[in-house]
Nanobody, 121 residues
Framework: QVQLVESGGGLVQPGESLRLSCAAS????????MGWYRQAPGKQRELVAR???????NYAESVKGRFTISRDNAKNTVFLQMNSLKPEDTAVYYC???????????????WGQGTQVTVSS
């Protein structure tokens, strides 16, 4: 019913910036929480940042002060502005959203396909 499409990943040098975006599309729906997770080789998947429908944000300690999560005016797209990137930020980044499709009576988790972010000199 709903698909999440990510974009913005790529290869950058340490200290540079990158912006990820994730757009939800499909049936009529309501989004509760949107967030970004990441997983690097040999590491567990971790929550990077999330934002509620009212704009409340949470960040992993490792990215606080460098990354900023936001939502667009329609509240169906989430962004992750990543500044001062470090090699340890290298990972596959996944968009996640908790969504209710209109006409149903529950919220479900939806995931993007993942986008590779590589920080290397």
């Amino acid at each position: 019913q709903v698909q999440l499409v990510e974009s913005g990943g790529g290869l950058v040098q340490p200290g540079e910036s990158l912006r990820l975006s994730c757009a939800a599309s499909g049936s009529r729906f309501s989004i509760n929480v949107m967030g970004w997770y990441r997983q690097a080789p040999g590491k567990q998947r971790e929550l990077v940042a999330r934002i509620t429908s009212t704009g409340t944000t949470n960040y992993a300690e490792s990215v606080k002060g460098r990354f900023t999560i936001s939502r667009d005016n329609a509240k169906n797209t989430v962004f992750l502005q990543m500044n001062s990137l470090k090699p340890e930020d290298t990972a596959v980044y996944y968009c996640n959203a908790v969504i209710n499709v209109f006409g149903t009576y529950q919220y479900d988790d939806y995931w993007g396909q993942g986008t590779q972010v590589t920080v290397s000199s």
